[in-house]
């Protein structure tokens, strides 16, 4: 079973920033969080991680809570190509050492011109 | 491009058929993985390679069988489909560092859309 809660939609205006929060109130010490999204019929891209600090990149802001039981993934200037599914995942750990993902059913964001 | 390639990128086939997806990974990781993803469903892990060795079978029914001959790539053979199996399979590679932490990001490659008539 997922472990993170998502909202199933939203919308948000071109050029507004776009927030999408995410819920992980079970997550453990050593467990990241990430972001990914997908794009129709694609599949799905890396987007950001992060464990306690708040992370930047090129394409977004996490903001994770002091307690990490949820996070904010924010699109600063949200353009038509944003919209998509996104996915917030905690990442366990599997007796292999290999990382498994689950992914939920994530936030379908539409950006509306 | 995310450095995974996925062929072909739309396969039809019927249920007698054999076919096989292929998946090559140019990033020089060591984990590999195939997902399903059927309509209106989150992806489900199906398979799990670590160092060309299958570490993760979850519960997939044998007429998908995975073949991993080296860590850059990744084959799902198929053999009498049904067409529940009709979705898009996804093909992602990681470099696993193992329990001891380091990250891991998974690259997924495009997809190949599967229509089983």
């Known amino acids: 079973d997922a472990k993170t809660t998502q909202p199933p939609s939203m919308d948000c205006a071109e050029g507004r920033a776009a927030n999408l929060p995410c819920n992980h109130s079970?997550?453990?010490?050593?467990?990241?969080v990430y972001w990914y999204r997908q794009i129709h019929s694609q599949g799905p891209q890396y987007i950001i991680h992060?464990?306690?600090n708040n992370e930047t990149n090129e394409m977004a802001s996490l903001i994770i809570t002091e307690d990490r039981k949820s996070s904010t993934l924010i699109l600063p200037h949200a353009t038509l190509r944003d919209t998509a599914v996104y996915y917030c995942?905690?990442?366990?750990?599997?007796?292999?050492?290999?990382?498994?993902?689950?992914f939920g059913t994530g936030t379908r964001l539409k950006v509306l011109a | 491009e995310t450095g995974v390639t996925q062929t072909p990128r739309h396969l039809v086939m019927g249920m007698t058929n054999k076919k096989s997806l292929k998946c090559e990974q140019h990033?020089?990781?060591?984990?590999m993985y195939w997902y399903k993803q059927s309509a209106k469903k989150p992806l489900e892990l199906m398979f799990v390679?670590?160092?060309?060795?299958?570490?993760e079978n979850n519960s997939v029914p044998s007429r998908f069988s995975p073949e991993c001959p080296n860590s850059s790539h990744l084959f799902l053979h198929l053999h009498t489909l049904q067409p529940e199996d009709s979705a898009l399979y996804l093909c992602?590679?990681?470099?696993?560092?193992?329990?001891?932490?380091?990250?891991?990001?998974?690259?997924f490659g495009p997809g190949t859309r599967l229509t089983v008539l």
């Open positions: 079970t997550i453990s010490g050593n467990e990241y």
């Open positions: 390679y670590n160092f060309k060795e299958q570490t």
């Open positions: 992060g464990l306690k």
């Open positions: 990033l020089g990781h060591n984990a």
């Open positions: 992602a590679s990681s470099q696993d560092r193992g329990r001891g932490g380091g990250r891991d990001t998974q690259y």
């Open positions: 995942i905690v990442r366990p750990a599997t007796t292999s050492g290999t990382y498994k993902y689950i």
